[in-house]
């Protein structure tokens, strides 16, 4: 559905973005993750047409972004970052509004409209001034207009930026039903969402791309896989340096809880440090109260990936 | 067509939701009314040469009203959507460049004629009170009106082409106000400077929007400022497409 091919974009000859190369399939749910500044939404900007790339090829649904620009937009519903939207108009009379620079046909927009309305839960706010708002039902009025024309793929820039915990469980359920029948290609700096919804992820640092997987294969690759946590009472030994002698302990942070201490232990990928962890402290008659294992997230991929020096 | 005339239907409500269009109708009302009558108590107290009806078109007052207008009313036209960012929602729908130009001048063009409808009604009043028709012929007024827009048209295309190279609707003010008068100005030339050769004034003279509304609103129809007015404008409109369309350049 989206396909990239060495795509480069240079602002005032700072690369922005540097030798893409990628492609969405149909019916894919592609997260887009990357500090601020990575590039994320420059690609997504030149995947809408809204500027061209420096050099390299983008296409959607076989039209390249560039030469066949009108067919490529036929094809997407773009949501941009931070929904710009005419403050001066109502959400009934916007959607409309848009539903016919999109090409829906005539008869048909009074469905469609009052379908995604339905869908993003407007219906409350649909005879509303847009500049009178909330920021969250400013970000599904976006939504709602990426959805307008049934397009064959969606392309969200931080759809739950801005919103609150329920807006956002409600967001996600959204885009996890849309995944059924568009192909998705979402950013966001929340990593829990993208383990939730994505199929697919990219991670992208400095204008490059450094990993294109799966979420559960980039959580196999990366060095250190989870960790455990330690909660004990350790009197007046010096719980880390003791910690990090055992085998396997990469490092040892620890958190002070009055005289109960709190070790969070990095571990190496592969390696389970309970039992020994446990021996430990029975040996040193330490009082435990908490010992876990803590399972790694795309939290660490990114971190691992776009900070390599944290690690 | 469609998507058109979505587009311009959205740029003619977007103009009757904005105060500044309201702010800009009531100055530009309170200024030509006091012009006309101005110009009617002057030709109550001494003989004149003209009609009522030249002596509006072609009054100082109408033509500080006139510059003024044109600045306002098209600052905002691409300048608000570069600020507000909704540039992008509008240009990565399947809607082409020149359909979004077009939309916008035609808009404000639109604006602009309906600033001047409530003048007629200056005409109406006055046959009805003096039983005397305020010009020579229907002529005078059709020439009148039709200098108006062709001046309108290719001033606000002037406004277009400001507005869509700024993000900030004061700097496109400014800029097109400047362009405008010093345009105007142009055409004063011929008056103000005598010691320049005749070639040259005479072609400044080609250029004076004084002396075309002169000629047309004494119901002369020349077809060489409507052929400059309506050149210039596509001029302007296609610098406008192609600073529009440089965001889209490779660099």
């Given amino acids: 559905m989206i396909k990239v091919e060495n795509l480069t974009k240079r602002y005032a000859g700072q690369p922005a973005i540097q030798d893409l190369n990628f492609e969405v399939g149909q019916g894919e749910i592609m997260g887009f993750l990357g500090p601020n500044g990575a590039g994320k939404t420059t690609t997504m900007r030149i995947l809408a047409s809204f500027m061209p790339p420096t050099s390299g090829r983008a296409s959607i649904a076989g039209f390249d972004v560039f030469e066949q620009s009108l067919q490529a937009r036929a094809h997407l519903g773009y949501m941009p970052e931070n929904v710009p939207l005419y403050s001066d108009m109502r959400v009934t009379e916007y959607l409309n509004y848009r539903a016919a620079l999109k090409g829906v046909q005539h008869r048909r927009v009074a469905e469609r409209v009052g379908d995604v309305k339905e869908l993003c839960g407007l219906k409350e706010v649909e005879k509303k001034l847009i500049g009178t708002l909330s920021k969250g039902y400013r970000q599904r009025v976006g939504l709602a207009d990426a959805l307008l024309h049934e397009p064959d793929l969606l392309i969200l820039d931080e759809p739950t930026i801005g919103l609150d915990p329920n807006q956002i469980r409600q967001v996600r359920e959204l885009i996890k039903n849309l995944g059924r029948q568009h192909t998705i290609l979402l950013s966001t700096h929340i990593l829990p969402e993208v383990e939730m919804t994505c199929s697919r992820v990219i991670i992208i640092h400095k204008g490059r791309i450094e990993a294109c997987d799966t979420p559960e294969n980039l959580l196999g690759k990366i060095r250190q896989a989870g960790g455990v946590v330690l909660e004990a009472r350790v009197g007046n030994d010096n719980g880390a340096e003791e910690l990090k002698k055992i085998s396997g302990v990469r490092d040892v942070i620890t958190d002070r809880e009055d005289d109960w201490k709190r070790f969070s232990l990095r571990v190496e990928s592969g390696v389970d440090v309970r039992e020994e962890v446990f021996r430990l402290a029975t040996d040193r008659h330490w009082a435990v109260r908490e010992l876990t294992q803590r399972r790694a997230t795309l939290e660490d991929v990114f971190v691992e990936l776009t900070h390599p020096d944290v690690v | ?251």
């Fill in chain 2, 1 to 251: 067509m469609r998507k058109f005339y979505t587009l311009l239907s959205r740029e003619v409500r977007s103009y009757l939701h904005s105060p500044i269009a309201y702010i800009v109708l009531v100055f530009f009302l309170i200024v030509s009314g006091i012009d006309f009558y101005f110009q009617v108590s002057f030709m109550n107290q001494r003989q004149v040469q003209y009609t009522a009806q030249e002596a509006f078109f072609n009054s100082v007052f109408f033509w500080f009203a006139f510059v003024l207008i044109f600045p306002l009313i098209t600052m905002r036209l691409f300048a608000e959507e570069f600020k507000l960012g909704t540039i992008e929602p509008l240009t990565t729908v399947p809607v082409r460049d020149w359909q979004v130009i077009l939309s916008k001048f035609f808009g404000a063009l639109i604006f602009y004629i309906i600033l001047w409808i409530p003048t007629l009604l200056y005409f109406a009043v006055f046959l009805k009170i003096t039983h005397q028709p305020a010009a020579h012929s229907a002529g005078a007024y059709c020439g009148s009106y039709l200098m108006l827009l062709l001046l309108g048209m290719f001033y606000v295309s002037i406004g277009c082409l400001t507005s869509v190279l700024t993000s900030n609707q004061i700097i496109a003010a400014v800029i097109s106000f400047c362009a405008i008068t010093l345009l105007f100005f142009l055409g004063l030339v011929q008056f103000i400077l005598l010691d320049v050769s005749s070639a040259t004034r005479d072609l400044l003279g080609y250029f004076s929007a004084i002396e075309h509304m002169g000629t047309f609103s004494r119901g002369v129809i020349d077809t060489r400022p409507i052929v400059l007015y309506v050149s210039m404008t596509i001029v302007m409109l296609t610098l406008t497409y192609q600073a529009f369309q440089s965001r889209k350049w490779r660099l």
